[in-house]
């Protein structure tokens, strides 16, 4: 490295101060200038470098390189005399001419840097990843957005292989082949989807220095549009429902126009598509006011409102609802019903019931069967209450057969040739079963414009009346029945005048009328009139010993039911219906009766054990507990303990087979035998 000495501590030193303080080749080892306040003397001192007021002061032998730009003449001549003839002189004309030159070359640098800064704020900034590649396919550059896409910085990327970022690029294949390729997709590792176009490289020369790529992501793109075809599949299907419908169906927008009708609309309001769509919502009103427009006005729900429409004044029953989407009102759909077959309907509603008042009972006590202490209680108790016009109250569970007695209770009393009528309280909403008991005048309930109508109780004028679930009345109910009760009379709904009825109620419950009364929920005294002959009915696990008399009944009955001729029961089978608790009584009885003669085949005669459906019946499973009637033979009663411990163990192991047979000390194939064999596989 030489050594350089400059003489003259002006602009031009310190300019020369500057650029050699940078370079790699010179080593400025000092400055000098008469003048002490020189600014290139200041900047020396600053950097360290010797600076003094006479060049003689320097030892001159150690430069190889000395500088004039103190713009003396005389100096020069000096300089040239008092260093070595090896020490370069390089006078101050050169010396500027240098710093020029310097200076020229820092402006380019700084615009070009300025330029370089500018465009790569660009290349950072689109959207597009971009990437490039040399002729040996390593990576030269490496915008933002293609590290984002790519999850790989351009510090780490730069220098590598493309096929170590994208496997699957096409790059080398661009450079080798010199073709444009537009367009194309392809998913990277991560799961993007892009789509890219690649390109050579060429140089001012035509020849190929590499390829570079433009790619987009485009997965956001693909889901968006995978969404829109599923809207689209979406709408096309409500157009398809709303124009394969048959109830009439009109939607208006925001502002009360319309806009979609289907045709089960224009085939009752005789108006056209075209008289509709962008009309006015009440275009199709011919009587009465547009529900669309009040929905609209309220943003609730108008639900049948009698209006009448089209042409041919069509009365109609109108739902209309708002459409509201994100709490902002789109418009709403209306949803007309033709009045002329609901009418039709409810003719044929009042006959049907019409025709059930007028069933007499169809059963007596000798459709009864009991021959446990309990039942035959309960038969008295009945047949005496037959022979006065005593109310009763039927108390037992579900199924055990209340309604049989009640019909056995009006079929052996005098009232026998008169009216028995049935309703079930569980069965209808309180305000429904208010206007069946006790009718109605002429519009007293909404909803019905006309006709008046008599109740049930009222119906069963000179008869009985049978009130199944009587713990389900409403207050108001319970009211007006202890009214019949005490006085012998009846107030339809919205009439004024008593109705003198003579009936007898007979009343039935499964509930706890005792908790009832605790818990407020059923009157007092309605209770005491209800209970002056209550008859409790036995459920079916406590008289085990009629089951196979009722089968034998029921299988009559199932026989005409089916068209079967079923003629008995085997005792096994019976064995196995005695072991069930029965919960549902003589109904759940019946029902697995019917399940199991479906199974049997047409010509059997004889139902026996491999019909009766086990998962239905759970006795000992449910009591973890073996039940052995007495009197059954020895080996019966054997297997019948032998299918409850094998239950037992099963329970205790959670089903698991293998440690079952391991407790139990027998071999797993045993196991799976028995199994069968009691039908607990």
Request: aromatic share 4%.
């Amino acid at each position: 490295m030489q050594k350089v000495l400059i003489i003259g501590g002006g602009a031009g030193g310190l300019a020369l101060l500057n650029v050699l303080g940078d370079s790699e080749h010179l080593e400025l080892m000092g400055i000098a200038d008469i003048n002490p306040d020189a600014p290139a003397l200041e900047k020396a001192k600053e950097l360290g470098i010797a600076s003094k007021e006479r060049y003689e002061d320097f030892q001159k032998d150690i430069f190889d390189i000395v500088i004039n730009v103190s713009g003396s003449e005389a100096v020069q001549r000096q300089l040239e005399d008092h260093f070595p003839a090896s020490t370069v002189i390089i006078p101050g004309s050169i010396a500027n001419f240098i710093v020029k030159l310097i200076d020229e070359k820092e402006h380019f640098i700084n615009k070009l840097s300025v330029e370089s800064h500018k465009q790569n704020i660009i290349f950072n900034s689109i959207e597009e990843g971009m990437i490039g590649i040399d002729r040996e396919s390593h990576i030269i550059f490496m915008n933002r957005s293609a590290s984002r896409m790519l999850e790989k910085s351009a510090r780490d990327a730069i220098g590598k292989h493309i096929h170590e970022l994208i496997s699957s690029s096409e790059l080398p294949r661009i450079y080798e082949t010199g073709r444009t390729e537009l367009n194309r997709e392809l998913r990277l590792k991560n799961g993007l989807k892009i789509v890219t176009s690649r390109f050579p490289m060429i140089d001012e020369r035509g020849d190929i220095i590499g390829a570079f790529a433009v790619f987009q992501d485009i997965t956001e793109v693909v889901s968006l549009a995978e969404e829109i075809t599923d809207l689209k599949e979406i709408q096309t299907m409500l157009q398809a429902i709303i124009q394969s419908s048959d109830d009439a169906i009109s939607v208006v927008d925001e502002n009360g126009y319309g806009l979609m009708v289907n045709p089960a609309y224009t085939r009752l309001t005789g108006l056209q598509m075209e008289e509709v769509i962008g009309m006015p919502a009440s275009a199709d009103i011919s009587e009465g006011e547009s529900m669309h427009l009040r929905a609209l006005q309220t943003r609730k729900p108008v639900r049948g409102v009698n209006l009448k429409v089209g042409p041919a004044n069509r009365e109609v029953i109108v739902n209309v609802a708002p459409i509201i989407v994100d709490n902002i009102l789109k418009g709403s759909v209306g949803v007309i019903h033709d009045t002329t077959e609901i009418r039709s309907l409810m003719k044929e509603l009042d006959r049907a019931r019409s025709i059930i008042r007028t069933l007499e009972s169809k059963y007596t006590f000798d459709d009864i069967i009991g021959l446990s202490p309990e039942m035959q209680l309960s038969l008295q108790q009945a047949k005496l209450a037959a022979q006065t016009p005593v109310t009763v109250l039927l108390r037992g569970e579900s199924g055990t057969g209340k309604e049989l007695f009640a019909h056995a209770i009006h079929s052996a009393s005098d009232r026998k040739y008169n009216k028995f009528v049935r309703v079930n309280c569980a069965a209808l909403s309180s305000e429904l079963l208010e206007s069946e008991l006790f009718g109605y005048e002429e519009g007293a309930v909404p909803g019905i414009k006309s006709g008046k109508k008599k109740g049930l109780i009222e119906e069963a004028h000179n008869g009985s009346i049978f009130i199944d679930e009587i713990g389900d009345l409403s207050p108001s109910i319970q009211s007006k029945l202890l009214r019949v009760l005490q006085e012998h009379e009846t107030l339809r709904i919205g009439g004024t005048k008593s109705v003198p009825v003579n009936v007898r109620v007979i009343a039935s419950t499964n509930a706890n009328m005792e908790k009832a009364l605790l818990d407020g929920t059923f009157r007092e005294d309605l209770y005491y009139r209800l209970n002056r002959m209550p008859i409790l009915i036995p459920p079916l696990r406590s008289r085990k010993q009629d089951i196979p008399r009722i089968v034998d009944r029921l299988l009559m009955k199932l026989n005409q039911e089916y068209g079967r001729n079923v003629e008995s029961i085997t005792e096994k089978a019976l064995h196995l219906l005695r072991l069930y608790d029965w919960p549902g009584n003589v109904r759940e009885l019946e029902n697995v009766l019917s399940r199991a003669m479906i199974f049997m085949n047409n010509n059997e005669k004889v139902l026996n054990e491999q019909y009766i459906p086990l998962n239905m019946i759970k006795a000992p499973e449910a009591k973890n507990e073996v039940a052995i009637e007495s009197g059954s033979p020895l080996q019966e009663q054997l297997e019948t303990v032998e299918r409850g411990i094998l239950q037992k163990a099963l329970e205790l192991h959670k089903g698991n087979k293998s440690r079952t047979a391991k407790s139990l000390d027998i071999s797993l194939r045993t196991l799976y035998y028995k199994l069968e064999k009691f039908g607990l596989d």
